[in-house]
């Protein structure tokens, strides 16, 4: 394994500003995202691959060219070129930690952020490999550089050794993922691909196989607004009406901080307006798509119940369906995460399914009729200037998709 060639490649990408912006109107959300997608369309080009380019969307697509004969299926590798905004992304200074103690790592540039062992009780186990962190101003954006890399170095492998048989591989590299925009300009025709595999998973070896079905709510509560000097009998509070109406939602269960594992949740995370009118954002999630609905009615019972008790208020409620759980397409194509256990366990290492108390891009793939499991790619502590991200996880992950193009054009 050329593992300084793919160490190199990922502290390139990572010096590559791809921040996503949520307030922007453009796609891509930002410049250095059609900066690194140039970059990568150039380097697939230059390893041989000659329809790799970047559309007029900024998303790059290119095709590792079959090496068997026949109909084996056309399979995706998709990570995405955008970070996270919750950490800036500009000016990244990856520091290389070789041999790597066991021990905090404290932030050499700013030196009060520590990854600490308490907070990441696996580190000790990671002793003798290679990490790589930020200076502790940035995040590193090994969400998802890491999962861009590792493809870039499979292409690198496959097109270098030919005798690896395998069907056509797909390369598709998204932009806005972390703002809910990845697969908005996906042209699943163009793709024309039977499964996807998105590199964007924690650790070494997961599959994710389930994510949340989400739904959102937005509660609109209307009041009768009159200046306080002459409000008696008259006026009537949003404010007071939307606070009631949190107040009473579930407090001690059905919400993030309450639930883990399999349990869903509402959770109120916006509110804004004054007297004359309130409105409330709430996320609905779990990940059985039909409970969704009861946590809705849950909704407009708190609501009529406030009405009751504000009879001028007008409540009303607007529901948008977000993503579904991909469990349900993942089902109907049992070889995309057969295949993927498979191609592991002929590397000798056994696979770990999870599931995500979120969504991928996979789950929305999945549900637009593209079986797409989230597989690990060497990430960890995703979108904090605490991230890291291990080399050797890395390797493995190169590893893995290797002999999963090669299982796929077995298992036609
Ligand atoms: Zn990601």
């Not at 921040?19 to 140039?38: I, V």
């Not at 000659?50 to 079959?66: E, F, K, M, Y």
């Not at 109909?71 to 200074?93: M, N, Q, R, W």
């Not at 869903?264 to 798509?289: C, N, Q, S, W």
Request: proline share 6%.
């Amino acid at each position: 394994m050329k593992e300084n060639r793919l160490l190199e490649r990922f502290l390139r990408y990572v010096q590559v500003d791809t921040t996503a912006r949520a307030d922007a109107e453009d796609y891509p959300s930002s410049p250095g995202q059609l900066e690194l997608g140039r970059l990568l369309a150039a380097e697939l080009q230059a390893q041989g691959i000659s329809d790799a380019r970047q559309n007029q969307h900024g998303i790059v697509l290119a095709t590792v060219p079959a090496t068997v004969a026949g109909t084996a299926p056309t399979i995706v590798f998709c990570s995405h070129l955008d970070t996270s905004p919750e950490t800036t992304g500009a000016g990244v200074k990856p520091q290389v930690i070789e041999d790597y103690s066991g021990s905090n790592i404290v932030l050499p540039g700013d030196r009060s952020r520590v990854i600490r062992v308490n907070d990441n009780p696996q580190l000790p186990s990671y002793r003798g490999r290679t990490l790589i962190t930020s200076d502790g101003t940035t995040l590193l954006g090994a969400d998802d550089k890491a999962g861009v890399a590792v493809i870039m170095e499979t292409t690198a492998r496959l097109m270098e050794h030919p005798e690896i048989p395998h069907g056509p591989v797909r390369i598709c590299f998204t932009c806005d993922e972390e703002i809910g925009r990845g697969v908005d300009k996906l042209d699943l025709d163009e793709l024309a691909a039977l499964v996807c595999y998105t590199l964007d998973g924690h650790g070494s070896g997961e599959i994710d196989v389930e994510t949340f079905s989400a739904d959102q709510a937005i509660v609109t509560v209307r009041g009768v607004n009159i200046h306080p000097s002459i409000a008696k009998g008259r006026m009537t509070n949003a404010v007071r009406a939307a606070a009631q109406f949190i107040a009473r939602l579930p407090q001690d269960s059905l919400s993030p901080e309450t639930t883990e594992g399999r349990e869903g949740f509402l959770h109120p995370y916006e509110i804004g307006g004054g007297v004359a009118e309130v409105h409330v954002k709430i996320l609905l999630r779990d990940f059985a798509a039909a409970r969704l609905e009861e946590l809705a009615d849950r909704l407009r019972q708190t609501a009529a119940a406030v009405g009751r008790e504000f009879p001028a208020a007008e409540i009303s409620m607007h529901i948008d369906r977000q993503y579904r759980n991909m469990a349900e397409g993942l089902a109907r194509e049992p070889r995309a995460v057969a295949c993927a256990q498979q191609a592991l366990r002929t590397l000798g290492r056994t696979p770990k399914l999870t599931i995500v108390r979120g969504g991928t891009d996979g789950s929305r793939l999945t549900e637009l009729g593209l079986p797409t499991p989230n597989l690990s790619c060497g990430e960890h502590n995703p979108h904090s200037p605490l991230e890291w991200a291990c080399l050797e996880e890395m390797v493995e992950s190169v590893e893995w998709l290797l002999a999963l193009a090669e299982t796929w054009s077995q298992a036609w």
